[in-house]
C-alpha cells in the first residue's frame, strides 16, 4: 500500500519535467494495473498496516479513483495542446488522487476526516483554474461552503467519539454503540450532503456544469461517492439510532429522486442534465445505505462503482461535444449523428448504461437497490417504478436530441477526429460486471456484526 | 407573439387559398379520380356563385364561414404526398454538410482525386469571388 | 453483411427445427443452469429452457429474420447505413432469443430490456419528426412494461429464486402471487400493445418496412403473449384475467373498426395485427395457452408476409403508403399481388389456409365453451370486421380502377424481394396444418350446431360483401364519413387513445417539471442555503456598517452592553 503512496508523490517532480503529459497518464494506467494485482484476500481486511488497510469497498473505491484521475488527464490532452498551464495540472490531478487515495485506504477516522476535506482543495483549483465560464466562482463557493457547512459538525463528533472511546480505528468502532441523535446528525449530514441528497443538492449542478471536463468527472466519479463510503464506515456504530430514524432520509431522498427525474427533462445544458441524473442516481444509493439491509449495501456499492464510470463517461462526451461546437446547449448540439456516427453508438451505450439497460452493471445495482427498498416498504415501489420510468425518459430524450435530427444549420466547421479512449471506461463497466462479485461480500457482513 | 401578422395577404390570395384548401381536402374524401372531379365541379360551382362579390363586407363574411366549414368538415386522415411536409417520408435522410468532406482521411480522399482537385480550385474562386464583392476581412474576426 | 446473417440466420433456423422435431416427438425438456452471483442464500442464475415451444418459436423467430434480412438487402438498397440496421436487427433477434429460452426473471429481463431499447434504436432509424415521435413512444411504453418487470423481480423474491416456473402449483392463492400477476399482466400489455397502452404500435410504422416487418408483426408484439403463455398456469383462476380479456377483447374490436378507416397502408396492417394480438390476448385470457400460441405462430407467418408485400408496393408508388393514391395493381404486379392475396385471405381465415387452422379453432372454442355474450358477439363482429377491412384493403389496392395520380415505376420482377416472399409464402400455405399436427397431439373435440359452426362463414361473407361495398365509389355515392363526422373522427382515430397518451400526459408532467424546477431548485431551496444565508448575511453587515459607522459613541456603548451581559449571565 505504501508502494502506491510513494509512487504517486514520486510522479509529482515527474509532473514539471518537460512533455510529461502522457507519461503521467500512462503511469498511472501502469498502477491501477498493480493495484488490481494485489494480494486480494477478498472476504476480508487485507494488506494492514499502522495507518492503512483495504476492504472490499476501498479497493473498489480506490481502483476507480486511479481509473479516472488517468482518463481525466487523457481526457484533458486540450489543455496539453494549448500549453495552458498543463503542468500545474498534472500535479492538482496527483494530489488529487494521494488525497483520495489516502482517505480510502487510512484506519483512523481523524484522519479520514482529515483527507476528506483536503480531497476538496484540488477540486476547487481545477474548477476555478481551468473552468470555462465566469460563473465557476460561484460554484466553487457552493461547493467549498456547502461540503464544509456540513462537515464541521463531523469533526465535532470525531473528537466526542475520541474523548468517549479513547480510539479511532475503524476496525474497532463496530464493537461499540454510540446511540446519540445529536451525535448521529452531525455525522452524517456531512455524508448527506456530499452525495447529495435532495435538499442539500444545489452544489452539485453547479459545480458539475462550471468545472472542466477532468474536473467533472472527478467530480461524478469519486468525489459523489466520498460521502456514501463515509456513510458505509460511520453506520456501524450508529445502529440503533439509524433504525429509528432512517425513514426521514430515505423518504427525502427518494421522493427527491423522483422530482429531480422530472427536473432532468426540462434542462436545455446537456452537462446539467447529466448532473441531475448524477443527483437521482445517488438518491437511491442513500436510500439503500440507509435501509440496513445487505441487499441495500451491496446495491448502493454496485451502483456507486457504475455510476462513476457512467457519469465519467457521459462528461468526456459532452465535451467532445464542446471542444467542437463551444457550446452545451442541446438546440446547438442536435444532429451529431451525421458528423461522428461512431460517437453516437458511445453515447447509446453509456445512457442506455444510464438507464439501468442490461448488460450493464447499473442494472446490478438498481436491481439490488429496488430489492432492498421494496422490501423495506411496499410504498417506495411507486416511487422507484417512476423514478426508473423517469430516468429511461431523460436518457433517451438527451441520446435522440444529440444523435437525431437536423443539425444546427449555423456549424461552421467541426474537428471530426476523436479518441477512442471512452470505450475503455465501457470495457470497465461491463466487464466488471459478472467477473469479481462473488463471494466478496460474505466477510463483510460478518466483520459489521456485532 | 401570436398577433403580429407576418405579413399581408390580398382577399384574392386568401380566396384562392381556401379554396386549393378545400380541393384537396375533397381529394381526401373522394380518393377516385373521376369522382373527385364530379365533386370538385361541384365546389367550383359553390365558389363561381360568388365570384363577382362586390361588397367587401359580404365577400369577407363569405370567406369567414368558409374557412370554418373547412375546418369542421377536414379529413381527420389528410392525404399527403410522401416528401412533403406532414408525409411519411420527410426529411427521412439528413445530408451532412458540405465541409465534412474536407475532414476525410487523405487515403478516402485519394479515391477520387478529380473531385478534390477540382474542389481546392473552386474553394479558392469562392473566397475570390466573397474577398471581391464585400472586401477582406478583419484581422479580429479571424477564426482562431 | 446480408448475406452472412441470412445464411447465418437460415442454418440456425434448421437447426431449431431438427432439434424441435426430436424434442416434441420424445417429449423432451432440456434445462441449463449457470450460476453468476449468489449473495444471501439467493443466487443470480442464468437459465436456458429448451422445450418444444421455446424451440418452435426460435424457429420462427429465425426463419422470419433470416427472410427479413434477405428481404432489406434489395430494399434497403440505396441506404448508406445499412451495415448499422442488419446489426440492429441482429441484436434484436439475439434479444429475442434470449427472451424466448430464459425461464429465469432475470434473463427475460435481459431480453426485454433488450428488445425495448433496439425496437427504440430501429424506430428511430429514419431521421425525421415522425420516427422521432414514435420511437420515443415506442420506447416509454415498453419502459413501462420494463418497470414492471422489474418490480416483479422485486417481489418473486419472497420465494427465494427467480425461476418462476417452479412455483405456479404451490403458491396459487397467496398474496405476493396476486400482485405478481398484477404486474405481469400490465407488462404483457405494454409489450402487446393492448387497450391503454396501443397508440405506440400504428405509430411505430415509422420504422423502416423490413424492421416492421420483423418487428412489429411477429417478434416484439408477441413477446408479451409468450410471456403470459409461460406464467399461463400460475394466472388462470386470477381476477385479473377477466380484466385482460374484457381490454383485449375491446383493443381487438377497437383496432377492428379503426383499421376500416384508416387509409395509410402500413398503418392498416399495423391495426390488424393489433386485432389479432387482441385475439391472441383474448383466448390466452380464457384459458386456451396452446391455440393461443398456435395462432401466434400462423400469424407470424402471414403477417411478415403481408408487411413485405407492402414494401414491395411502396417501394413501387415512390414511397407513398397512402392507399388512396393506388388502384388496380394486381394487373401489373401479378407475383406480389399472389402473395398479398394469399396472406390477406389467410388473415381472414379462409379455409386450408394457415389462418385458418388457428383462428376457426379459436372461434369453435369460444361457441363451444359458455362464455359472456358480449365475449361471443365482440369475438364475432371482429372476425367479420378483420375480413371486412382485408376486402377493403384489396378492392383499394387490386382490384380497383388505376388511379393515375403519378408516374408508378411497376416493377415486379425484383427476385430478391420475392425470393423472400416466396419463402414465407410456402410457410403460410402449409404452416397452420404442420403446426396443427406437430403441436396437438389430440384434437379437439368440439360439437356445435349448425349454424354455429356456420357462424364463423357467414360472418366472413357479411364482412367481404360490405368490404367491397364501402370502397365501391360511384359518382352519386354519399361519403359516409361525412354524414356522421363526429363519430367516424373517434372510431377513425381509434377511439383518440393516442392523443390521451401522448398530449394529454405529456404535457402535465412537463410543466410539472418546469414548476418544481423553478420554484424548488431556483426558488426556495437557494432560499433556505445559498443565496438566502448569503443575502441574511450581507444585509446584517450592511447593518452592522451603518450601526458601526454613523455614530461612534453608540458603538463603544455596546461594548460596555455586552460586558453587562456577559458580567449577569456568569456571575448571577
Same mark, same amino acid.
Given at each position: 500500500?505504501?508502494?502506491?503512496?510513494?509512487?504517486?508523490?514520486?510522479?509529482?517532480?515527474?509532473?514539471?519535467?518537460?512533455?510529461?503529459?502522457?507519461?503521467?497518464?500512462?503511469?498511472?494506467?501502469?498502477?491501477?494495473?498493480?493495484?488490481?494485482?494485489?494480494?486480494?484476500?477478498?472476504?476480508?481486511?487485507?494488506?494492514?498496516?499502522?495507518?492503512?488497510?483495504?476492504?472490499?469497498?476501498?479497493?473498489?473505491?480506490?481502483?476507480?479513483?486511479?481509473?479516472?484521475?488517468?482518463?481525466?488527464?487523457?481526457?484533458?490532452?486540450?489543455?496539453?495542446?494549448?500549453?495552458?498551464?498543463?503542468?500545474?495540472?498534472?500535479?492538482?490531478?496527483?494530489?488529487?488522487?494521494?488525497?483520495?487515495?489516502?482517505?480510502?485506504?487510512?484506519?483512523?477516522?481523524?484522519?479520514?476526516?482529515?483527507?476528506?476535506?483536503?480531497?476538496?482543495?484540488?477540486?476547487?483549483?481545477?474548477?476555478?483554474?481551468?473552468?470555462?465560464?465566469?460563473?465557476?466562482?460561484?460554484?466553487?463557493?457552493?461547493?467549498?461552503?456547502?461540503?464544509?457547512?456540513?462537515?464541521?459538525?463531523?469533526?465535532?463528533?470525531?473528537?466526542?467519539?475520541?474523548?468517549?472511546?479513547?480510539?479511532?480505528?475503524?476496525?474497532?468502532?463496530?464493537?461499540?454503540?454510540?446511540?446519540?441523535?445529536?451525535?448521529?446528525?452531525?455525522?452524517?449530514?456531512?455524508?448527506?450532503?456530499?452525495?447529495?441528497?435532495?435538499?442539500?443538492?444545489?452544489?452539485?449542478?453547479?459545480?458539475?456544469?462550471?468545472?472542466?471536463?477532468?474536473?467533472?468527472?472527478?467530480?461524478?466519479?469519486?468525489?459523489?461517492?466520498?460521502?456514501?463510503?463515509?456513510?458505509?464506515?460511520?453506520?456501524?456504530?450508529?445502529?440503533?439510532?439509524?433504525?429509528?430514524?432512517?425513514?426521514?432520509?430515505?423518504?427525502?431522498?427518494?421522493?427527491?429522486?423522483?422530482?429531480?427525474?422530472?427536473?432532468?427533462?426540462?434542462?436545455?445544458?446537456?452537462?446539467?442534465?447529466?448532473?441531475?441524473?448524477?443527483?437521482?442516481?445517488?438518491?437511491?444509493?442513500?436510500?439503500?445505505?440507509?435501509?440496513?439491509?445487505?441487499?441495500?449495501?451491496?446495491?448502493?456499492?454496485?451502483?456507486?462503482?457504475?455510476?462513476?464510470?457512467?457519469?465519467?463517461?457521459?462528461?468526456?462526451?459532452?465535451?467532445?461535444?464542446?471542444?467542437?461546437?463551444?457550446?452545451?446547449?442541446?438546440?446547438?448540439?442536435?444532429?451529431?449523428?451525421?458528423?461522428?456516427?461512431?460517437?453516437?453508438?458511445?453515447?447509446?451505450?453509456?445512457?442506455?448504461?444510464?438507464?439501468?439497460?442490461?448488460?450493464?452493471?447499473?442494472?446490478?445495482?438498481?436491481?439490488?437497490?429496488?430489492?432492498?427498498?421494496?422490501?423495506?416498504?411496499?410504498?417506495?415501489?411507486?416511487?422507484?417504478?417512476?423514478?426508473?420510468?423517469?430516468?429511461?425518459?431523460?436518457?433517451?430524450?438527451?441520446?435522440?436530441?444529440?444523435?437525431?435530427?437536423?443539425?444546427?444549420?449555423?456549424?461552421?466547421?467541426?474537428?471530426?477526429?476523436?479518441?477512442?479512449?471512452?470505450?475503455?471506461?465501457?470495457?470497465?463497466?461491463?466487464?466488471?460486471?459478472?467477473?469479481?462479485?462473488?463471494?466478496?461480500?460474505?466477510?463483510?457482513?460478518?466483520?459489521?456484526?456485532? | 407573439?401570436?398577433?403580429?401578422?407576418?405579413?399581408?395577404?390580398?382577399?384574392?390570395?386568401? &380566396?384562392?387559398?381556401?379554396?386549393?384548401?378545400?380541393?384537396?381536402?375533397?381529394?381526401?374524401?373522394?380518393?377516385?379520380?373521376?369522382?373527385?372531379?364530379?365533386?370538385?365541379?361541384?365546389?367550383?360551382?359553390?365558389?363561381?356563385?360568388?365570384?363577382?362579390?362586390?361588397?367587401?363586407?359580404?365577400?369577407?363574411?363569405?370567406?369567414?364561414?368558409?374557412?370554418?366549414?373547412?375546418?369542421?368538415?377536414?379529413?381527420?386522415?389528410?392525404?399527403?404526398?410522401?416528401?412533403?411536409?406532414?408525409? &411519411?417520408?420527410?426529411?427521412? &435522410?439528413?445530408?451532412?454538410?458540405?465541409?465534412?468532406?474536407?475532414?476525410?482521411?487523405?487515403?478516402?480522399?485519394?479515391?477520387?482525386?478529380?473531385?478534390?482537385?477540382?474542389?481546392?480550385?473552386?474553394?479558392?474562386?469562392?473566397?475570390?469571388?466573397?474577398?471581391?464583392?464585400?472586401?477582406?476581412?478583419?484581422?479580429?474576426?479571424?477564426?482562431? | 453483411?446480408?448475406?452472412?446473417?441470412?445464411?447465418?440466420?437460415?442454418?440456425?433456423?434448421?437447426?431449431?427445427?431438427?432439434?424441435?422435431?426430436?424434442?416434441?416427438?420424445?417429449?423432451?425438456?432440456?434445462?441449463?443452469?449457470?450460476?453468476?452471483?449468489?449473495?444471501?442464500?439467493?443466487?443470480?442464475?442464468?437459465?436456458?429452457?429448451?422445450?418444444?415451444?421455446?424451440?418452435?418459436?426460435?424457429?420462427?423467430?429465425?426463419?422470419?429474420?433470416?427472410?427479413?434480412?434477405?428481404?432489406?438487402?434489395?430494399?434497403?438498397?440505396?441506404?448508406?447505413?445499412?451495415?448499422?440496421?442488419?446489426?440492429?436487427?441482429?441484436?434484436?433477434?439475439?434479444?429475442?432469443?434470449?427472451?424466448?429460452?430464459?425461464?429465469?426473471?432475470?434473463?427475460?429481463?435481459?431480453?426485454?430490456?433488450?428488445?425495448?431499447?433496439?425496437?427504440?434504436?430501429?424506430?428511430?432509424?429514419?431521421?425525421?419528426?415522425?420516427?422521432?415521435?414514435?420511437?420515443?413512444?415506442?420506447?416509454?411504453?415498453?419502459?413501462?412494461?420494463?418497470?414492471?418487470?422489474?418490480?416483479?423481480?422485486?417481489?418473486?423474491?419472497?420465494?427465494?429464486?427467480?425461476?418462476?416456473?417452479?412455483?405456479?402449483?404451490?403458491?396459487?392463492?397467496?398474496?405476493?402471487?396476486?400482485?405478481?400477476?398484477?404486474?405481469?399482466?400490465?407488462?404483457?400489455?405494454?409489450?402487446?400493445?393492448?387497450?391503454?397502452?396501443?397508440?405506440?404500435?400504428?405509430?411505430?410504422?415509422?420504422?423502416?418496412?423490413?424492421?416492421?416487418?420483423?418487428?412489429?408483426?411477429?417478434?416484439?408484439?408477441?413477446?408479451?403473449?409468450?410471456?403470459?403463455?409461460?406464467?399461463?398456469?400460475?394466472?388462470?383462476?386470477?381476477?385479473?384475467?377477466?380484466?385482460?380479456?374484457?381490454?383485449?377483447?375491446?383493443?381487438?374490436?377497437?383496432?377492428?373498426?379503426?383499421?376500416?378507416?384508416?387509409?395509410?397502408?402500413?398503418?392498416?396492417?399495423?391495426?390488424?395485427?393489433?386485432?389479432?394480438?387482441?385475439?391472441?390476448?383474448?383466448?390466452?385470457?380464457?384459458?386456451?395457452?396452446?391455440?393461443?400460441?398456435?395462432?401466434?405462430?400462423?400469424?407470424?407467418?402471414?403477417?411478415?408476409?403481408?408487411?413485405?408485400?407492402?414494401?414491395?408496393?411502396?417501394?413501387?408508388?415512390?414511397?407513398?403508403?397512402?392507399?388512396?393514391?393506388?388502384?388496380?395493381?394486381?394487373?401489373?404486379?401479378?407475383?406480389?399481388?399472389?402473395?398479398?392475396?394469399?396472406?390477406?385471405?389467410?388473415?381472414?381465415?379462409?379455409?386450408?389456409?394457415?389462418?385458418?387452422?388457428?383462428?376457426?379453432?379459436?372461434?369453435?372454442?369460444?361457441?363451444?365453451?359458455?362464455?359472456?355474450?358480449?365475449?361471443?358477439?365482440?369475438?364475432?363482429?371482429?372476425?367479420?370486421?378483420?375480413?371486412?377491412?382485408?376486402?377493403?384493403?384489396?378492392?383499394?389496392?387490386?382490384?380497383?380502377?388505376?388511379?393515375?395520380?403519378?408516374?408508378?415505376?411497376?416493377?415486379?420482377?425484383?427476385?430478391?424481394?420475392?425470393?423472400?416472399?416466396?419463402?414465407?409464402?410456402?410457410?403460410?400455405?402449409?404452416?397452420?396444418?404442420?403446426?396443427?399436427?406437430?403441436?396437438?397431439?389430440?384434437?379437439?373435440?368440439?360439437?356445435?350446431?349448425?349454424?354455429?359452426?356456420?357462424?364463423?362463414?357467414?360472418?366472413?361473407?357479411?364482412?367481404?360483401?360490405?368490404?367491397?361495398?364501402?370502397?365501391?365509389?360511384?359518382?352519386?355515392?354519399?361519403?359516409?364519413?361525412?354524414?356522421?363526422?363526429?363519430?367516424?373522427?373517434?372510431?377513425?382515430?381509434?377511439?383518440?387513445?393516442?392523443?390521451?397518451?401522448?398530449?394529454?400526459?405529456?404535457?402535465?408532467?412537463?410543466?410539472?417539471?418546469?414548476?418544481?424546477?423553478?420554484?424548488?431548485?431556483?426558488?426556495?431551496?437557494?432560499?433556505?442555503?445559498?443565496?438566502?444565508?448569503?443575502?441574511?448575511?450581507?444585509?446584517?453587515?450592511?447593518?452592522?456598517?451603518?450601526?458601526?459607522?454613523?455614530?461612534?459613541?453608540?458603538?463603544?456603548?455596546?461594548?460596555?452592553?455586552?460586558?453587562?451581559?456577559?458580567?449577569?449571565?456568569?456571575?448571577?
Amino acid at each position: 500500500m505504501m508502494k502506491f503512496l510513494f509512487m504517486m508523490i514520486f510522479m509529482i517532480p515527474l509532473c514539471f519535467m518537460k512533455n510529461m503529459f502522457w507519461l503521467v497518464q500512462m503511469m498511472l494506467f501502469f498502477m491501477m494495473f498493480l493495484f488490481m494485482n494485489l494480494n486480494l484476500n477478498i472476504m476480508c481486511f487485507f494488506n494492514m498496516s499502522y495507518m492503512s488497510y483495504c476492504d472490499i469497498i476501498s479497493f473498489g473505491l480506490i481502483l476507480l479513483s486511479i481509473w479516472i484521475c488517468s482518463l481525466m488527464i487523457m481526457a484533458s490532452e486540450s489543455l496539453f495542446k494549448l500549453n495552458f498551464y498543463f503542468n500545474f495540472f498534472l500535479f492538482n490531478v496527483i494530489f488529487l488522487l494521494i488525497m483520495l487515495y489516502l482517505t480510502f485506504s487510512v484506519l483512523n477516522l481523524l484522519l479520514f476526516y482529515f483527507f476528506f476535506e483536503a480531497s476538496l482543495i484540488p477540486t476547487l483549483l481545477l474548477i476555478i483554474g481551468w473552468g470555462y465560464q465566469p460563473e465557476r466562482i460561484q460554484a466553487g463557493m457552493y461547493l467549498l461552503f456547502y461540503t464544509l457547512f456540513g462537515s464541521l459538525p463531523l469533526l465535532m463528533g470525531i473528537i466526542y467519539i475520541f474523548n468517549d472511546l479513547n480510539t479511532m480505528t475503524i476496525y474497532f468502532l463496530k464493537f461499540f454503540n454510540m446511540n446519540m441523535y445529536l451525535l448521529y446528525i452531525s455525522m452524517i449530514f456531512a455524508f448527506l450532503v456530499k452525495m447529495p441528497m435532495y435538499f442539500v443538492h444545489l452544489w452539485l449542478p453547479k459545480a458539475h456544469v462550471e468545472a472542466p471536463v477532468s474536473g467533472s468527472m472527478i467530480l461524478a466519479g469519486i468525489m459523489l461517492k466520498l460521502g456514501g463510503y463515509g456513510l458505509l464506515r460511520v453506520m456501524i456504530f450508529l445502529q440503533e439510532v439509524n433504525l429509528k430514524l432512517n425513514y426521514i432520509w430515505i423518504i427525502i431522498s427518494l421522493v427527491g429522486g423522483l422530482f429531480i427525474s422530472m427536473k432532468c427533462f426540462c434542462q436545455v445544458d446537456m452537462k446539467s442534465l447529466i448532473a441531475y441524473s448524477s443527483v437521482a442516481h445517488m438518491s437511491m444509493v442513500i436510500g439503500g445505505i440507509m435501509v440496513m439491509n445487505y441487499w441495500g449495501f451491496i446495491g448502493s456499492y454496485i451502483l456507486m462503482i457504475s455510476h462513476g464510470l457512467c457519469s465519467s463517461g457521459m462528461f468526456c462526451l459532452a465535451n467532445i461535444n464542446y471542444e467542437r461546437l463551444h457550446s452545451r446547449s442541446l438546440y446547438i448540439n442536435s444532429g451529431m449523428m451525421n458528423f461522428m456516427p461512431s460517437m453516437s453508438l458511445w453515447w447509446f451505450l453509456l445512457l442506455s448504461s444510464n438507464m439501468a439497460a442490461p448488460p450493464s452493471l447499473n442494472l446490478l445495482g438498481e436491481i439490488s437497490l429496488i430489492n432492498s427498498l421494496v422490501s423495506w416498504s411496499n410504498i417506495s415501489m411507486i416511487l422507484l417504478m417512476m423514478i426508473s420510468f423517469f430516468s429511461a425518459g431523460y436518457s433517451l430524450y438527451l441520446y435522440s436530441y444529440i444523435q437525431h435530427g437536423k443539425y444546427f444549420q449555423g456549424l461552421y466547421s467541426f474537428y471530426v477526429w476523436f479518441i477512442s479512449w471512452v470505450f475503455i471506461i465501457i470495457f470497465a463497466l461491463i466487464s466488471f460486471k459478472y467477473d469479481n462479485f462473488k463471494g466478496w461480500f460474505y466477510f463483510y457482513l460478518i466483520l459489521n456484526k456485532k | 407573439m401570436a398577433q403580429i401578422p407576418l405579413g399581408v395577404k390580398t382577399h384574392a390570395q386568401k &380566396v384562392c387559398s381556401l379554396y386549393k384548401r378545400a380541393l384537396r381536402n375533397l381529394e381526401a374524401y373522394y380518393d377516385r379520380r373521376h369522382v373527385y372531379r364530379y365533386q370538385a365541379v361541384l365546389l367550383r360551382e359553390r365558389f363561381d356563385k360568388h365570384a363577382k362579390e362586390t361588397n367587401m363586407i359580404k365577400a369577407n363574411e363569405l370567406l369567414k364561414e368558409g374557412e370554418e366549414e373547412l375546418f369542421l368538415k377536414q379529413h381527420p386522415i389528410p392525404k399527403y404526398f410522401a416528401t412533403s411536409p406532414g408525409g &411519411v417520408a420527410h426529411e427521412r &435522410v439528413v445530408t451532412p454538410p458540405d465541409w465534412v468532406l474536407d475532414y476525410w482521411h487523405p487515403l478516402e480522399k485519394a479515391q477520387y482525386p478529380e473531385y478534390f482537385k477540382k474542389r481546392e480550385q473552386r474553394k479558392k474562386e469562392f473566397v475570390a469571388m466573397w474577398e471581391k464583392e464585400y472586401g477582406k476581412p478583419d484581422e479580429k474576426d479571424k477564426h482562431h | 453483411m446480408c448475406f452472412n446473417s441470412f445464411f447465418f440466420l437460415f442454418f440456425f433456423m434448421l437447426i431449431n427445427f431438427f432439434f424441435f422435431v426430436y424434442f416434441i416427438m420424445n417429449g423432451l425438456s432440456v434445462f441449463f443452469e449457470w450460476e453468476i452471483i449468489s449473495f444471501n442464500s439467493m443466487s443470480i442464475v442464468m437459465s436456458i429452457l429448451l422445450d418444444w415451444m421455446s424451440l418452435l418459436f426460435m424457429m420462427f423467430v429465425s426463419l422470419i429474420s433470416s427472410v427479413v434480412i434477405f428481404y432489406s438487402k434489395s430494399y434497403m438498397n440505396s441506404e448508406l447505413n445499412l451495415n448499422r440496421l442488419i446489426i440492429l436487427v441482429l441484436m434484436f433477434v439475439f434479444s429475442m432469443v434470449l427472451l424466448i429460452i430464459s425461464p429465469n426473471l432475470i434473463s427475460i429481463l435481459l431480453g426485454w430490456d433488450g428488445l425495448g431499447l433496439i425496437s427504440y434504436c430501429l424506430v428511430i432509424y429514419y431521421q425525421n419528426l415522425k420516427s422521432y415521435n414514435a420511437g420515443m413512444l415506442t420506447a416509454l411504453s415498453n419502459r413501462i412494461g420494463d418497470v414492471m418487470i422489474l418490480m416483479v423481480i422485486c417481489w418473486i423474491m419472497n420465494y427465494g429464486s427467480w425461476n418462476y416456473i417452479f412455483y405456479f402449483d404451490f403458491m396459487k392463492n397467496d398474496y405476493v402471487m396476486f400482485i405478481i400477476s398484477f404486474m405481469i399482466i400490465i407488462a404483457a400489455m405494454t409489450k402487446s400493445a393492448q387497450i391503454p397502452f396501443s397508440s405506440w404500435l400504428p405509430a411505430a410504422m415509422a420504422a423502416p418496412t423490413p424492421v416492421s416487418a420483423l418487428v412489429h408483426s411477429s417478434t416484439l408484439v408477441t413477446a408479451g403473449v409468450y410471456l403470459l403463455i409461460r406464467f399461463n398456469y400460475l394466472l388462470i383462476d386470477m381476477f385479473f384475467f377477466k380484466v385482460l380479456l374484457f381490454l383485449s377483447i375491446l383493443t381487438m374490436f377497437m383496432s377492428g373498426i379503426s383499421a376500416n378507416y384508416e387509409f395509410d397502408l402500413k398503418k392498416i396492417i399495423a391495426l390488424s395485427t393489433l386485432s389479432q394480438l387482441g385475439l391472441m390476448m383474448s383466448i390466452l385470457s380464457l384459458g386456451f395457452p396452446d391455440i393461443a400460441f398456435f395462432h401466434l405462430l400462423t400469424h407470424a407467418m402471414f403477417k411478415a408476409l403481408l408487411f413485405m408485400c407492402a414494401g414491395v408496393i411502396i417501394h413501387m408508388m415512390n414511397d407513398i403508403q397512402d392507399i388512396r393514391y393506388m388502384g388496380g395493381l394486381s394487373l401489373y404486379i401479378p407475383l406480389t399481388s399472389l402473395c398479398l392475396n394469399i396472406s390477406n385471405l389467410s388473415l381472414c381465415g379462409i379455409p386450408f389456409l394457415s389462418g385458418f387452422y388457428s383462428k376457426d379453432l379459436i372461434l369453435e372454442m369460444v361457441s363451444f365453451n359458455s362464455f359472456n355474450l358480449m365475449v361471443f358477439i365482440l369475438f364475432y363482429l371482429s372476425t367479420g370486421l378483420t375480413v371486412f377491412y382485408t376486402f377493403r384493403l384489396i378492392m383499394y389496392v387490386m382490384i380497383s380502377d388505376f388511379n393515375l395520380m403519378m408516374i408508378y415505376n411497376l416493377y415486379d420482377e425484383d427476385y430478391i424481394m420475392l425470393n423472400s416472399m416466396f419463402v414465407l409464402l410456402f410457410m403460410s400455405l402449409l404452416s397452420g396444418s404442420f403446426l396443427s399436427w406437430f403441436i396437438f397431439f389430440y384434437p379437439y373435440m368440439i360439437y356445435l350446431p349448425f349454424n354455429l359452426k356456420l357462424m364463423v362463414i357467414y360472418v366472413s361473407i357479411l364482412g367481404s360483401i360490405l368490404g367491397f361495398m364501402v370502397s365501391n365509389m360511384g359518382i352519386y355515392s354519399l361519403n359516409k364519413l361525412l354524414l356522421s363526422y363526429n363519430l367516424s373522427s373517434f372510431l377513425c382515430l381509434m377511439w383518440f387513445m393516442p392523443n390521451l397518451s401522448t398530449y394529454g400526459l405529456s404535457y402535465i408532467y412537463l410543466n410539472f417539471s418546469q414548476i418544481l424546477f423553478k420554484n424548488i431548485d431556483m426558488g426556495w431551496s437557494e432560499i433556505y442555503s445559498g443565496k438566502g444565508i448569503f443575502n441574511i448575511l450581507k444585509n446584517y453587515s450592511v447593518f452592522y456598517n451603518i450601526y458601526q459607522m454613523n455614530n461612534f459613541k453608540i458603538y463603544l456603548f455596546s461594548f460596555i452592553l455586552w460586558f453587562m451581559i456577559l458580567f449577569i449571565f456568569f456571575f448571577i
